[in-house]
């Protein structure tokens, strides 16, 4: 079975502009989350789509960052303006749904790496 | 609030046995996950515990005590490809829709010949 998938891998921008970050998960799972991950630290969840509802987006800075999962399958995550502090790596992970869901793990993605300068 | 605690570091050396622990502190529990994450690699599933007792899988153990919120990562004949991170993650709810983790700062692995 694919894995989950995103694009790009790295990326490079100066403060204030903005990025987009891709993700398709594994076929079949209604369940996709975003986590970023700051260098020595455990994955942080930004937001969680079930199909293409929110679950989840009480940790998303909402002021300028956007995430949107329209027809329920792929996902962008958008931040718009950059700042210093958006420098990680950015996960994207998906799970299955439903009562499955409840025991099922994350599978995730192998991220995309921002840097901010 | 939410509270996962494990050691930042451990060093070992090849062919021995390390045990990493788990603290937590969450609001609810549906369940405790184990990662493992190499350097510039996504994590990957390794385990996953509900009811208290201990799970086998392979070279790889892990335990959980819910009464003591604490869990440990067993992890036997210890090879070089296991120094990686490795990451304890809680799911604090109960209901399909909150299925997503909470996880701890990591504990970094180094194996030594």
């Known amino acids: 079975e694919a894995g989950v998938a995103q694009s790009p891998r790295y990326k490079i921008i100066e403060k204030r502009q903005s990025v987009a970050f891709w993700c398709n998960p594994i076929?079949?799972?209604?369940?996709l989350y975003w986590y970023q991950q700051i260098l020595g630290q455990g994955p942080k969840l930004l937001i969680q789509?079930?199909?293409?509802?929110?679950?989840?987006d009480s940790q998303l800075p909402k002021d300028r960052f956007s995430a949107e999962r329209l027809k329920g399958v792929d996902s962008t995550l958008k931040i718009q303006p950059a700042k210093l502090e958006d420098s990680a790596v950015y996960l994207c992970?998906?799970?299955?749904?439903?009562?499955?869901?409840?025991?099922?793990?994350?599978?995730f993605g192998n991220g995309t790496r921002l840097t901010v300068t | 609030g939410q509270n996962i605690d494990q050691p930042t570091e451990m060093t070992a050396t090849e062919g021995a046995i390390v045990q990493i622990n788990c603290t937590y502190q969450?609001?609810?529990?549906?369940?405790l996950f184990w990662y493992q994450q190499h350097a510039g690699e996504a994590p990957t599933f390794l385990s996953y515990?509900?009811?208290?007792g201990l799970e086998e899988k392979g070279r790889f153990s892990s335990f959980l005590s819910r009464s003591k919120g604490y869990s440990y990562l067993l992890l036997k004949e210890l090879q070089m490809k296991d120094s990686a991170s490795y990451l304890c993650?809680?799911?604090?709810?109960?209901?399909?829709?909150?299925?997503?983790?909470?996880f701890g700062k990591g504990t970094t692995l180094s194996v030594s010949s």
């Open positions: 992970a998906s799970s299955l749904g439903g009562k499955a869901g409840a025991r099922s793990p994350l599978h």
């Open positions: 789509f079930q199909n293409n509802g929110v679950v989840d």
């Open positions: 969450t609001s609810g529990f549906n369940g």
């Open positions: 076929s079949g799972h209604a369940t």
């Open positions: 515990n509900v009811l208290d």
């Open positions: 993650a809680v799911r604090a709810q109960a209901n399909q829709a909150g299925t997503a983790l909470i």
